[in-house]
Structure formats: structure tokens, C-alpha cells
């Protein structure tokens, strides 16, 4: 019934797996939030407040391969581990059921 | 109007565009005195009350009831909030909702829907529910599917359903929804009134939980299963609506704003109506938002606790209903002077044999 405010940051882990083509699922809104000047995710009862480099990220799954993502996001950032935070962000996004893999 | 600076602007609008319904669950959160609030809002002032609110903040609106589909401006409504910016999401018994109207709804911005169960199996659910519903649930649940629409499962849990929360669970799996809240009764309303009927025993609940857990195990997260605990069972008070006045704020069918949608319950609240002021206004400064906002209102043992921004002292609701006093920790707290009024409520429902009392128009 209410709306879960959760905040996702995109933090260091090391993992396994990974996304090859991150897309957001059809019914999830990546918005930006001008009241509370922050980007957000929207989904069915909740909402993911994001934050810069989650946001960054988020903005360019838009059908690139993590590969072209990371290149373009290292034009921006400079972050010795940027591979695997991206990578982890990605993963935990797509465990909140918000991101898929488009080549799946 | 300028907003206090420690107020945070309102993420989720619960819209109650009507408290007509077909169904007569016996939990229902609607008010008891049902014909009170006959009058409803029209579809001019909904409109405002959606423009309003996206301009406060608000980023979701659940349109909800009563059943919402039994109003023929819910496409109008719908529309309104996409082109605010809103995600729209319809909260529905099923009823009312086949395959041409769900079209008209998606085609005008729709963005997902809840649809509850009351049980896992026709007969019980159709019993519950005091409607023949069950398979028009089906039917509205395959018709958002075709839609594409994602779809969230709510089933309220309680002594007489729980022993069907394995098929309950197994439902969701053979609906193939996203989610399914396994929501256990708040006792407030009409639950409050059937609560010796509808309270389980702690043997009961540990019961359930290893279902879910198991459940968990062995499905991973599709359907994400989300187990909304009973709180009279439980040690510490829900943190109910992430504190009042906070991030919520509910729009009753005449147009009443309520930080919670049960808090007519508390009858020294004099409560704000869209048609005398904005919604900005009533936020931001009506006296029942700042009535228990943040942590000064609060009485011991609130007061001193580590959990006071954790559980923000509970329902306010469940404190007038059991005490008499909206102000009181929420006696379902261990630590509340009154918790005994809990246990004895538990224990006085294990030998009940009081039947269940439909809603109804009174």
C-alpha cells in the first residue's frame, strides 16, 4: 500500500556475475526529481532515490553494452575500481528485479 | 507557501476516490460509518488535489477505494497523473476490471496494479470476499497481463486463511505475478471490530513464517514475497506510514486529508478538507500533520528510546483504539505501560468463537 523510499549507492564488491546489456525493466521510471533535486527510480510501491553515480549509470542503460557504459562513464569519472562498482550497482539492481539483461 | 525547514515534502499520495465497493471483506480499512462519507469529490477537484500533489513532491499515487473502478473519471484521473508526472498505481479487488477497461486505463498512463485475494481458493476467497470474485480476479489479473501491466498480489492474512498460506504462495507462482504482499491484519476499523475473529496465535504465525521462509528458499525472488507482520505479535510497534506526516498523506472519498488513511479513528483530530484549502497548506501547517510529527509529542517511554526515529512511537490508531489515548506509546510495544491490553486481546481471541462481521453500509 505505501511507497518504500529506499537509496541505492554505488559502493565497492566484488562479484561473480555480470550484466552484459543493462536495461530497466518496462515498468520502472528513471525520473529526475526537481523538488528534491535528485534522480529516482519508480517502480510499483516504491521509489529508489539515486545518487550522482548512480544516476550517471542508470542514464546510460539504454540498451549499450556494460563495456560501452564503463568507456563512456570513464570520460567522467575517474575511479581506479569503476569496472566492478559498476558492475556491482548493475547486479544489485537487477536483484531488486529494477534492471535486465537485454541479451538474455 | 514556504515550507519549515525539518518538514520533508510528501513522496506518496493514497487517493480514495470512493468507499463503494461490491465486496464486504470483514477487515476492511474503510470507516465503520460508511454512509457518513457518502458525498464524493468530483472529477474537477480530483484533478486539482493530483496537481496539487505533484507540485508538494509526491512521485506515486495509488488510486484505490473502496474499489476505484466503480468511478467512471478513473481514465480521466489516470491520464491526469501521467501528464503530472506521477506513477500511477491501482489498487482493486478485480471486480469491475475486464479487458476493455484495463485497455482504457494503460492507453491513459496506467502504470501497474494491485489486485487482492482473500483467499487461495474459490469458495473461501468468494466467502470472505461476500461476493462471487474469484474468478474475475483470474480474469483481471491475465487481462493486465496481456496488457503488459505489472502486476502486485495483496492478500490479507488471518487466523481463518493462514492455514491456506502454502496455496496462497502457490497462487502468485501459477499467476505469475511480480509480487505478492502477504499482509497480515492491522486491527483498526473493521478489523478492530472482527478482531476475536481474525487474530491468529503465536503458534499460528511461527507457523507461517517458516512457509515464507521455505518459500523464499525455493522461488528466489519471483514473486518477491513481502510478509507484513502482525504487530500484536511482535515486540516492537510498526513504523507506521515511516512516521506521521512524513512521506504520506491519504485523500479520503469527501476530500478529508489524513496522514493515515484509518486515522478517522481518532476523533480529537479535526480534519482538513481539499475543498477549503491546498494541499501545500494542510502539509505543511494544518495542526493534524503537525499533531504527531517528529519527536517532541511523544510520551515515556517513546520519549528516552533509542527506537524513537525507528518506530516512531507506532499507530496512532491502535494507541486511541486500545487506550483511548491517540498520544500513547503504541501498546503493542513490550516496553508500553498498557502491553497487557495486548496480551489479553490475544488471549481473549484464542477461546472466541465470535463470528466474522461483514462490512456494510451503516
Known sequence: MFTDIDCEQAIDMNSENTIHRPVLVRHARFRWDDIR?????????????????????????????????IEDLQ?????????????????RLVEKGLLVDATK | MTPPNSTPHPYSLLAELTY????????????????????????????RVLAEAAALGVVQVHLSGGEPLVRQDLEQLVAESRQLGLYSHLTTSGVGADEARLERLVRSG?????????????????????????????ECISAAQKLDL??????????SNLAHLEEIIQLAVDLNVEKVELA??????????????????????????????????????????????PDYHQQYPKPCLQGWGQVYLAVAPDGAVLPCQTAREIPELDLPNVKDES???????????????GTDWMPEPCQSCDRREIDFGGCRCQAFLLTGDAAATDPVCHLSPNH????????ESQQSTAPLRFRTYE
Open chain 2, 110 to 138: 496506467l502504470d501497474s496494479i494491485q489486485v487482492s485475494f482473500q483467499d487461495s481458493n474459490q469458495v473461501d476467497n468468494d466467502f470472505l470476499a461476500g461476493l462471487s470474485s474469484f474468478e474475475k480476479k483470474h
Open chain 2, 184 to 229: 497480515h491484519v492491522q486491527y483498526t476499523g473493521w478489523a478492530f471490530r472482527n478482531r476475536d475473529a481474525l487474530l491468529p496465535s503465536r503458534q499460528q504465525l511461527q507457523e507461517a513464517e517458516q512457509v515464507v521462509q521455505a518459500a523464499r528458499e525455493r522461488l528466489g525472488n519471483r514473486p518477491e514475497l513481502a510478509h507484513v507482520l
Open chain 2, 20 to 47: 463503494r465497493c461490491p465486496l464486504k471483506c470483514p477487515y476492511c480499512s474503510n470507516p465503520l460509518k460508511l454512509r457518513q462519507y457518502a458525498s464524493e469529490l468530483d472529477t474537477d477537484t480530483w484533478k
Open chain 2, 279 to 293: 494541499l501545500d497548506a494542510i502539509w505543511f501547517h494544518s495542526p493534524v500533520f503537525e499533531r504527531f510529527r
Open chain 1, 75 to 91: 570520460n567522467e569519472v575517474s575511479n581506479d575500481k569503476l569496472t566492478a562498482d559498476v558492475q556491482t550497482f548493475l547486479l
Open chain 2, 150 to 159: 505489472p502486476v502486485v498480489l495483496n492478500v490479507v492474512l488471518h487466523r
Open chain 1, 37 to 69: 533535486k535528485q534522480h529516482q527510480i519508480v517502480y510499483p510501491e516504491g521509489v529508489l532515490v539515486l545518487n550522482e553515480s548512480g544516476a550517471s549509470i542508470v542514464s546510460r542503460c539504454d540498451g549499450r553494452s556494460t563495456d560501452e557504459l
Open chain 2, 340 to 347: 497487557e491490553l495486548v496480551e489479553l486481546a490475544i488471549a
